[in-house]
């Protein structure tokens, strides 16, 4: 499980379904539509790449660049760039090893802006932050309970001013964002795609410690 997207793409589903899905379930990645693309390919970061390569002679594949939606490096803030190598399948085998497929000779980098990089590190603490699977503790209800005062208007939820805000954040960013209504399934506990939670976390201001150890405990 450790070399798995399981604990990213697991971690926000409700008790059940995550104790289902983390431990060996069949196949993970299908609980999501949208999460693993046909057309989504292998990534690979050009100053991992080198590192990767200076330090044990040849790269590997990284997990954190292969989420879908995050498009920079969490280390290094720069573009991850694709190779042709299919990604789905990514939590059987892996068959092509990188060391084949990325170049000898890297393009030079290009960053991606400091918001995109932020979300990138957010999540990729996602990935690598343990998990309780015994946790009965609602994600959606977490959020709801964070949202802020100047979104809500008694107990009725300000969510078109919320979502505008929410875009407005992200705008320069290459990142995947929500719509009204799947914004309103995270608040309502309907939809788990972490990325997206990770999304409206952060604009909300919580800390990646704080959403990670919600399952700790
Ligand atoms: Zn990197």
Redesign the pocket.
């Known amino acids: 499980m450790k070399h798995t997207m399981r604990p990213l793409y697991g971690r926000f589903l409700e008790k059940p379904r995550r104790q289902q899905f983390l431990p060996s379930g069949p196949k993970p990645a299908y609980i999501f539509h949208g999460v693993q693309k046909a057309d989504a390919f292998f990534r690979y ?4 790449t080198a590192q990767d390569r200076a330090q044990h002679g040849e790269t590997y594949w990284h997990r954190m660049h292969q989420i879908i939606g995050i498009n920079v ?4 803030g ?1 573009q991850l760039l694709s190779t042709t190598v299919r990604l789905h399948n990514f939590n059987k085998r892996v068959l092509v090893a990188a060391e084949e497929v990325v170049p000898a000779n890297l393009a030079s980098t290009t960053h991606g802006n400091s918001i995109e990089w932020q979300l990138a590190k957010y999540v990729a603490a996602l990935l690598h932050a343990p998990i309780n699977l015994d946790s009965s503790i609602s994600i959606s209800n977490y959020l709801v309970a964070h949202i802020p005062a100047s979104y809500m208007n008694g107990k009725m939820r300000k969510l078109s001013s919320l979502l505008a805000d929410y875009q407005c954040y992200y705008t320069a960013c290459d990142v995947p964002l929500m719509n009204y209504w799947q914004l309103v399934s995270v608040f309502s506990g309907r939809r788990h795609n972490p990325v997206d939670i990770s999304t409206l976390a952060m604009f909300l201001n919580i800390s990646v410690t704080a959403l990670s150890g919600l399952l700790q405990t």
């Open positions: 970061c050009p100053i991992c490096c969490a280390v290094h720069c």
